[in-house]
């Protein structure tokens, strides 16, 4: 299950669409959760996606958007709160009786 890169990929698909081609890999725990995701996509017009996501180091938590006119970013997320909002959607899942 991917866990931690689903924030970037649902980035991407709200900013380009589905992509035409992917490219990625991940380093799994024990428990079949992703410690560590890269992933670039393709996309039918030229636009590329580059993601990562890691639970093995601290890392800055916020997103780049770059085109022809510049680029844009994400206010930084710290990490402490990343960590609530994913202990969060763990016991939302729990709640609602959702395994995988």
Known sequence: MLDICIYPLYLSLLTLGMPSEIKAMARMTETSVDSYCSILLGYDNSAKAMLESTFETE??????????KGKTESPKLPLSVSMDLISLIDRVKSEIGLSY
Not at 59 to 68: C, D, E, L, R, S
């Open 59 to 68: 890392t800055p938590i916020q997103a780049a958007i770059y085109g022809t």
